[in-house]
């Protein structure tokens, strides 16, 4: 069973930078593809960012040209730098791990609260 852990949310004021970062407890991390969810009060559960195992990245548009989403295989973790944030980006960002290598495997993380102010 893998697990997740997810560090680096906090609260910031508009326009200021957070970087999350998400460790894999699991042997083979680097088969996975590594995703960054979040979920605003109110709303469903978004996809905001995605690495896959030879690091090909993609962002939902509201976050592009804001977000960096990165790996480190040798550490078995995933990295969401975010710059410019804005009050809409306050939600639970949670990370998922998914591989579909011997079968579809899919893991999330606890969450972490990102609050940004106005």
């Known amino acids: 069973q893998v697990q997740l852990v997810e560090s680096g949310g906090g609260l910031v004021q508009a326009g200021g930078s957070l970087k999350l970062s998400c460790v894999h407890s699991?042997?083979?991390?680097?088969?996975?593809?590594m995703r960054w969810y979040r979920q605003a009060p109110g709303k469903e559960r978004e996809l905001v960012a995605s690495?896959?195992?030879?690091?090909?990245?993609d962002y939902t548009h509201a976050v592009k040209g804001r977000f960096t989403i990165s790996r480190d295989n040798a550490k078995k973790s995933v990295y969401l730098q975010m710059n410019s944030l804005t009050p809409e980006d306050t939600a639970v960002y949670y990370c998922?791990?998914?591989?579909?290598?011997?079968?579809?495997?899919?893991?999330w993380g606890q969450g972490t609260q990102v609050t940004v102010s106005s």
């Open positions: 998922n791990a998914l591989r579909t290598f011997l079968g579809r495997h899919e893991y």
């Open positions: 699991g042997s083979i991390f680097n088969v996975y593809t």
């Open positions: 690495i896959t195992s030879d690091s090909t990245t």
